[in-house]
């Protein structure tokens, strides 16, 4: 079930509601969290219901494992760090046999020239995210940072609806505590507001702006088969707002969703392309998976506390991880690698006491972010050729590369000044515009979902879906 379609917008979430709401306000709880649990087991399983073994056996896997390092009386034989290593292992192999065990036997095949079939395996639907979830839950827990009380808290942990498919990726902390608050099983005016503000937002980020940049991002990379050098621009910047529009309108949805719930999640998009280098951009695109890489990968490496050639050797490590993580193909591995050798130069370059100019620094950045989701989009190594080598093809150059400048002047204008969502929902509107907005962009971004269903008799799903 999408975010983007009549069935959450008009059944699941209002009935979702409505229901939850009802069993706190009888004082039944535990039906209430029970009743959340479920909805959102039936939300996961709309896709496929096969999907649903996999999520619930790793749910009750890291439920018991964590109580387990949790427990301050130990009396396995074996210890908390062998019982932390192994259940972070048994994670990632259930993660890597559903996403990389094709990719594994394909390099194999390409290696030793072998013949081995494919399993063609279905990627189930969040388990990259749900896996990273469960590994900070099982580390927190070796580290006694979490308070677990039941499985019910633990699956509703886990499975709460609005993050469940492409987060943000929470702390069991952070987001318990508010479901234990009396406060927050009474329905919230405010609350109820902001967060259809925030949903709609959202929706018109996905519906409106997004789809419309990915036609032409698809016309690029996947229909077209040379590009002219302004179109190769044109379809690398489709994408890289496509992405950013649809993510962060998915991380809207999201938030606005739980919000109607009186559940605050954490930000996870804070204007990247403002960035001015590539340190900043982590600081501000996908906050939540930065925060997951630097917690659980980068420190527990070292972080930067042995040296700098082991700093360096630590972000390289990490983002080729965090490339690895978004899919399994070499051009995930490849973008990873350019982000963390940008994050290793970034570094080097400080420590010589270097500074740029902020508009130039802006540019370098941008451009760069630019260029590296060519591979993150491109479906094959021979796609993302086709497209850089179009793009830096001097060569033939038409008249139509003199729009170049004039697109970067107003793209740099539109980044600088636009506020993004965070921002907007800061903004001291009265009730009266807020409720205005609000209809406004949801009935605009209604009316462009209906025509895409007319004419495709289907919605888009969110990009991040895939990974």
Known sequence: MLFNSYEFIFAFLPITFFIYFYLNHKRLTQASKG????SSLFFYSWW????????LSSMLFNYILGNTLHSKKNKNRFSKKSLLIFGIVANIALLGYFKYFDFFIENINLVFSTHIELLHLLLPLAISFFTFQQI??????????TKEYDFLNYALFVTFFPQLIAGP?????????????TKNK?????????GLFIFSIGLFKKVVIADTFAVWATEGFDVASSLTQIEAWSTSLSYTFQLYFDFSGYTDM?????????????????????ATNIQDFWRRWHITLSRFLKDYIYIPLGGNRKGEFRTYSNLLTTFIIGGIWHGAGWTF???????????????????????????IAWFITFNFINI???FFRAKNWDDAIKVLSAMFDFSSTSNHIQMLPIIYITIFLLIIFFKNSNEIIKMNFSKNVRVAITTFLFVVALLQLTNIMIQEDKVSEFLYFNF
């Open 372 to 374: 590296s989701w060519v």
């Open 48 to 55: 496929n219901i096969t999907y649903l073994p996999i999520i």
């Open 333 to 359: 591995v490849f973008w990873g690698f350019l982000h963390g050798m940008a994050l290793v130069i970034h570094r080097f370059w400080n420590r010589l006491g270097f500074r740029l100019n902020s508009a």
């Open 186 to 194: 009474i329905k919230n005016p405010k609350n109820i507001a902001l």
């Open 35 to 38: 009743f959340l649990v479920f």
């Open 169 to 181: 990726i929470v702390h069991h902390k952070e987001m318990m505590p508010q479901f234990a608050k």
């Open 136 to 145: 900070s839950y099982l580390v927190d827990s070796y580290r006694e940072e």
């Open 254 to 274: 999201a938030i606005g969703a739980a919000l109607l719930f009186n559940i605050k999640l954490p930000i996870n998009f804070n204007s990247p392309y403002k």
